[in-house]
């Protein structure tokens, strides 16, 4: 009896399945597409004409494979974090040493990623014989004009885009008091620039601050950026700083209106040194990882809808190696943590590159 009521039942239930099989019309639900493993961030940003990128450190680059292999998989830019700055390209008045700075640029000629050049003009990172020279204005601009010369020119044709004078301005928006300023007057900003283009004619110059939101520094950046163009000065573009946990404004829609006024100018932006200290936000880890990432993809988006703006580089790229933990003491700013596993601000900044399609 047991064993006739089984059989019933298994020939009841291969009817019903054989009925819908063969009855049913509706199509199968399409299966959602699997992700290509190729899709970095870079494959993706580079199928919108888009720059993604981070500073690196050349020992990191020389010593650490996971390092090397994560960045050159990941990003198309890169900006050297210290090693193209004054102090360390011209430690003496009669020497250069580009070792560090070529070994960067060659990492990148292997992976197809840009360089950006970074500071050729800035108050920080000078040598002692520059700081302690007591130079006169004649004798400074000689060492300026030799100096642009030679870097721009050891590198021509290699750099992208060259961080011509970095942090002109202070938080009140006058000019900063640099040895640069002072010695030479306001006008070391237009011989630089000019200095720049006569070594290299393709590259992109720009000035560079963290004068993102719209406040009195910001319209005085924006206002030396003006006049720059209106001299004549050669010009390209402004480079927004974007240190989000201190330094630098958070508020977005500043910052896309800051931009656009930069495209009224013919000038474009970039996003240079862009990080988010994790402790900038109150909650449980998971909240504040997801703040976070809302504002790593707040940021890019503005950068991507705005007209003037293809490049957006983070100030380094993993939890492992950030100059805030040093400073400020500031945790996790990046979009890897420290093993090297993408973040949620990492998974953001997918999406938002990937887009709609
Ligand atoms: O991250 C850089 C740190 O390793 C250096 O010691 C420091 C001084 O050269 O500069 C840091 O980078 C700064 C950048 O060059 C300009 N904008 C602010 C950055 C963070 O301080």
Redesign the pocket.
Known sequence: MKVRSFIAYILVMLTIVWAIATTSTAAPPVPPRPESPTESLRSLAAKRDFFIGG?V?PQLLQNDSTYREVFAREFNILIP??HT?FWRLHPERDRYDFSQADAIVQFANEHNIKVMG??LV?F??LPRWVVEGNFSREELMEILHDHIQTVVGHYRGQIYAWDVV??PVEANGSFRETIWYKTIGPEYLDLALRWTREADPDTLLYI?D?AEGLNSKSQSFYNLAKDLRQRGAPLDAVGF?T?LGF?SADNSEEVAENMKRYAELGLDVMI??MDVPIDKFSGTPEEQLEAQAKMYRDFLKICLDASNCNTLVM??FTDRH???T??TGSKDPLIFDKSYQPKPAYHAMWEELKGTD
Do not use: C, D, R, V
Request: hydrophobic share 35%; charged share 15%; glycine share 8%.
């Open positions: 500073a450190q974090e210290n700055k970074h500071a800035w920080h990172a970095n942090e560079n963290y700083q240190h330094l240079t040194e100030w380094g950030s100059w805030l040093g400073f």
